[in-house]
């Protein structure tokens, strides 16, 4: 394998590390308690008989602290993480996640506030929730919101109900049930058809044209029918491209009777320069985990606030965060809200964050990480094109789609190059999405990221390019660097291994 042009990483010896279960030994305790200085209390005092295992915790290891420590740290070296790198995955904004944001929501009066602290003894918090709220109504153009839905898919459902109970609402009861189509596009997130379903609607599918953009003749023949209830956008799209015709879009599904719903998860390429309220959106989810540098997935519990015109306020779900004369209260008092979405009022912490982030940018430097977020991605575009196939022309906004069109011809494909990214020191871009795109490659860089290691970047895909040429099977069999080779992912999806047994155990099942 020629690691010449590997740049960003080199290989190194990791420690090995066997399971938390395989580590243990008869006897090992990571604590020591010191001696009863109080009048014992019987246990079935403390808790009842019949709540207490009563199998002395067989089948759990047995590890002392230092086990325990080495273990997990032993671990964390085999992960990558944003601290390490870019994660170039498309439709994701893997950005920074910045120390003062953390530092903030670390605040005791913050992070200690139990959920069911009474509204007078919660003020400040309150504030920050109508703070946040005030904010992202100002960002997109939406007056109504709630912080409540825990994720995107989440608020983006929430943003389904509302159009539905407005419909409901607006049309009576009778007429309603024969508007029950949504609308979405061929290269839409599959969350989108998920969340209309679950909602009571049937979903129609819109062509995209050559250019990767909404098809206009084809979005009026599907609202010429009469039963069209909204239509479910994402803008910039996930092909990475702004979708122009946005005014005319929503101007012939609202003249069809409908509403539109935008997927905001690509909404990194739009703060501080175009707010979807003036394009003519009625609903909105925002993704505060993306767009507002809270964090991802394992990194912490998401937030998807839904945003809606002041039509839609009505229906947001209860309670809502008001300011009334000097204190803020939670209102319940909302009788066509669709209701609670989640418990308690959302996860605080991401709020917390997500209002950080947005006060110490302010309006010029929300601006200003848009603007770098696209100015990479169009970079990587410029960088990129010698190489790989890119299959639409237009300039791309934060995030740039190509193919492995020329490199499948020596037997290369999309999985092989994420997979050889790997070697050299890079997260593997997001692969086979957006699904009309055949052999797609999603890359966003986020504002994050420097030239230089952009450089890198577009050096290691042009160097898996020339591999790909010369010495196919490097690329065909990557990654060559990592603890373990090419995984058998489809097993794993079809058949996951997800408990511990011991190896007799195993054996006999």
């Given at each position: 394998?020629?690691?010449?042009?590997?740049?960003?990483?080199?290989?190194?010896?990791?420690?090995?590390?066997?399971?938390?279960f395989e580590r243990?030994?008869n006897?090992?305790?990571?604590?020591?308690l010191?001696?009863?200085?109080?009048?014992?209390?019987?246990?079935?005092?403390?808790?009842?008989?019949?709540?207490?295992?009563?199998?002395?915790?067989?089948?759990?290891?047995e590890?002392?602290?230092?086990d325990?420590?080495?273990?997990?740290?032993?671990?964390?070296?085999?992960?990558?993480s944003i601290?390490?790198g870019?994660?170039?995955?498309?439709s994701?904004?893997?950005?920074?996640?910045s120390?003062?944001?953390?530092?903030?929501a670390?605040?005791a009066?913050?992070?200690?506030?139990?959920?069911?602290?009474?509204?007078?003894?919660a003020?400040?918090?309150?504030?920050?929730i109508y703070?946040?709220?005030?904010?992202?109504?100002?960002?997109?153009?939406?007056?109504g919101?709630?912080?409540?839905?825990?994720?995107?898919?989440?608020?983006?459902?929430?943003g389904?109900m509302?159009?539905?109970?407005?419909?409901?609402?607006?049309?009576?009861?009778?007429a309603?049930?024969?508007r029950?189509?949504?609308?979405?596009p061929?290269?839409?997130h599959?969350?989108?058809?998920?969340?209309?379903?679950l909602?009571?609607?049937?979903v129609?599918?819109?062509?995209?044209?050559?250019?990767?953009?909404?098809?206009?003749?084809?979005?009026?023949?599907?609202c010429?029918t009469?039963?069209v209830?909204?239509?479910?956008?994402?803008?910039?799209n996930?092909?990475?491209?702004?979708?122009?015709?946005?005014?005319?879009?929503?101007k012939?599904?609202?003249?069809?009777g409908?509403?539109?719903?935008?997927?905001?998860?690509?909404?990194?390429?739009?703060?501080?320069?175009?707010?979807?309220?003036?394009?003519?959106?009625?609903?909105?989810?925002?993704?505060?985990?993306?767009?507002?540098?809270t964090?991802?997935?394992?990194?912490?519990?998401?937030?998807?606030?839904?945003?809606?015109?002041?039509e839609?306020?009505?229906?947001?779900p209860?309670?809502?965060?008001?300011?009334?004369?000097?204190?803020?209260?939670?209102?319940?008092?909302?009788?066509?809200s669709?209701?609670?979405?989640?418990?308690?009022?959302?996860?605080?912490g991401?709020?917390?964050?997500a209002?950080?982030?947005?006060q110490?940018?302010?309006?010029?430097g929300?601006?200003?990480?848009?603007?770098?977020?696209?100015l990479?991605?169009?970079?990587?575009?410029?960088?990129?094109v010698?190489?790989?196939?890119?299959?639409?022309?237009?300039?791309?906004?934060?995030?740039?789609?190509?193919?492995?069109?020329?490199?499948?011809?020596?037997g290369v494909h999309?999985?092989?190059?994420?997979?050889?990214?790997?070697?050299?020191?890079?997260?593997?871009?997001?692969?086979?999405?957006?699904?009309?795109?055949?052999?797609?490659?999603?890359?966003?860089?986020?504002?994050?990221?420097?030239?230089q290691?952009?450089?890198?970047?577009?050096?290691?895909?042009h160097?898996?390019?020339r591999?790909?040429?010369?010495?196919?099977?490097?690329?065909?069999?990557?990654?060559?660097?990592?603890?373990?080779?090419?995984l058998d992912?489809a097993?794993?999806?079809?058949?996951?291994?997800l408990?511990?047994?011991?190896k007799?155990?195993?054996?006999?099942?």
């Amino acid at each position: 394998m020629n690691s010449t042009n590997i740049t960003k990483a080199a290989p190194h010896i990791t420690q090995n590390e066997a399971l938390i279960f395989e580590r243990s030994q008869n006897g090992r305790k990571g604590y020591r308690l010191p001696p009863l200085d109080v009048d014992e209390t019987p246990l079935d005092e403390i808790v009842p008989s019949n709540l207490r295992r009563d199998d002395d915790l067989e089948g759990l290891p047995e590890v002392s602290e230092v086990d325990v420590v080495r273990h997990f740290t032993r671990i964390s070296t085999w992960n990558y993480s944003i601290d390490l790198g870019m994660y170039p995955l498309g439709s994701c904004t893997m950005k920074y996640n910045s120390r003062l944001n953390e530092r903030v929501a670390r605040i005791a009066g913050f992070a200690n506030l139990h959920p069911l602290t009474p509204e007078e003894d919660a003020q400040g918090a309150l504030q920050l929730i109508y703070e946040l709220q005030e904010s992202l109504s100002e960002i997109t153009g939406l007056a109504g919101i709630s912080l409540q839905p825990a994720a995107g898919a989440h608020g983006e459902m929430t943003g389904v109900m509302i159009i539905r109970a407005f419909i409901d609402a607006r049309d009576g009861e009778v007429a309603s049930a024969n508007r029950r189509v949504m609308l979405i596009p061929d290269s839409a997130h599959g969350t989108n058809p998920a969340s209309a379903h679950l909602s009571g609607f049937t979903v129609k599918t819109i062509r995209s044209t050559a250019e990767g953009l909404t098809d206009l003749e084809h979005l009026r023949e599907l609202c010429s029918t009469g039963d069209v209830a909204g239509l479910m956008l994402t803008n910039p799209n996930t092909l990475g491209l702004f979708e122009k015709n946005i005014k005319e879009i929503c101007k012939i599904v609202h003249d069809a009777g409908g509403l539109v719903y935008m997927d905001g998860a690509n909404m990194n390429a739009l703060v501080g320069v175009a707010r979807p309220g003036d394009m003519g959106v009625d609903v909105i989810h925002l993704n505060l985990h993306k767009t507002f540098s809270t964090p991802h997935g394992g990194g912490g519990p998401g937030c998807g606030p839904c945003c809606c015109t002041k039509e839609l306020e009505p229906f947001l779900p209860v309670p809502r965060v008001v300011l009334d004369g000097e204190k803020f209260r939670l209102d319940f008092d909302c009788p066509q809200s669709i209701g609670r979405v989640k418990a308690f009022f959302g996860n605080f912490g991401m709020m917390v964050r997500a209002l950080a982030y947005i006060q110490t940018h302010g309006p010029d430097g929300l601006r200003e990480a848009t603007e770098a977020a696209v100015l990479n991605a169009r970079y990587v575009a410029r960088g990129l094109v010698s190489d790989y196939d890119k299959p639409f022309d237009a300039p791309p906004m934060h995030e740039v789609v190509f193919t492995d069109k020329r490199q499948s011809r020596k037997g290369v494909h999309t999985l092989d190059i994420a997979k050889r990214l790997i070697d050299y020191g890079f997260h593997p871009m997001t692969i086979y999405f957006p699904l009309i795109v055949q052999g797609a490659m999603l890359i966003e860089p986020t504002e994050s990221v420097g030239r230089q290691e952009l450089d890198q970047f577009i050096e290691a895909m042009h160097s898996i390019a020339r591999e790909a040429v010369e010495d196919p099977e490097t690329v065909i069999n990557a990654p060559h660097t990592t603890r373990i080779g090419r995984l058998d992912e489809a097993a794993a999806a079809r058949r996951p291994v997800l408990c511990w047994k011991p190896k007799e155990a195993a054996s006999a099942a």
